[in-house]
């Protein structure tokens, strides 16, 4: 258990509507990445806030928006939704620079089917 | 784009045998990091190897890194069933981002 949590677990929507995930980081951790796994695929990077400021996008479209809070912990927002972007996505945080290791901490993921 | 490229996109072994994946990259990093993903679920950190290392032990787990030819491997020695799963490399581009490539899937027959 890596302490970052995801929700909701599973969604189901159809094309054009809206959704949000909700992401909340490990304890002391200040950095927040989101990624979107599609079936079969490695995951690849959506956009990465920290300290409540994106920093670093991805190939993604602007439909693909985020927040992060206070507490660190973060929203992924998509609108429009299309069919191709079921997926799983994944939220993952990552301690201070200088602080423990390079390494990001995934949560379990939120599977988004768009029918 | 994908920069981390794993190799073999499957794999399929006996119980106790040992299993090798190797992953190559495009661009100069910091580290590279193996992580575990069992049924589509959050992903399990295994290993990081910094760019200046060759080598590096975890249980049975063994990362080689070799710079020169932008690659590098996952040893996982003794195999048990619990191993079964798809195994990432992720290039970290100083520290912006995680590359991903497409996966190794492993699975470790009884």
């Known amino acids: 258990e890596t302490g970052v949590t995801q929700s909701p677990t599973h969604l189901i929507k159809t094309r054009g509507q809206q959704v949000t995930l909700r992401c909340s980081s490990q304890?002391?951790?200040?950095?927040v990445s989101w990624y979107q796994q599609a079936l079969g695929q490695g995951p690849q990077f959506i956009f990465q806030?920290?300290?409540?400021?994106?920093?670093g996008r991805g190939n993604f479209p602007p439909r693909f928006s985020g927040l992060q809070f206070p507490n660190y912990s973060s929203e992924l927002n998509v609108n429009a939704l299309e069919l191709d972007d079921s997926a799983l996505y994944l939220c993952?945080?990552?301690?201070?620079?200088?602080?423990?290791?390079?390494?990001?901490?995934f949560g379990p993921g939120t599977r988004l089917t768009v029918l | 784009s994908q920069q981390g490229e794993e190799d073999p996109q499957a794999l399929s072994i006996q119980e106790g045998e040992n299993a090798t994946m190797n992953c190559s990259y495009k661009t100069s990093i910091n580290n590279l990091q193996w992580y575990r993903q069992n049924s589509g679920r959050g992903l399990v950190h295994l290993i990081l190897?910094?760019?200046?290392?060759r080598e590096k032990h975890s249980g049975r787990l063994r990362v080689t890194l070799d710079t020169s030819k932008k690659s590098s491997s996952l040893l996982i020695t003794a195999s048990r069933a619990a191993d079964t799963a798809s195994y990432f490399c992720?290039?970290?581009?100083?520290?912006?981002?995680?590359?991903f490539g497409p996966g190794t899937r492993l699975s470790v027959l009884p």
């Open positions: 190897i910094r760019s200046n290392e």
């Open positions: 992720a290039t970290d581009n100083y520290g912006q981002n995680f590359v």
């Open positions: 993952a945080s990552s301690p201070p620079i200088g602080v423990g290791t390079d390494t990001q901490y």
């Open positions: 806030y920290y300290r409540e400021e994106e920093n």
């Open positions: 304890s002391g951790h200040n950095t």
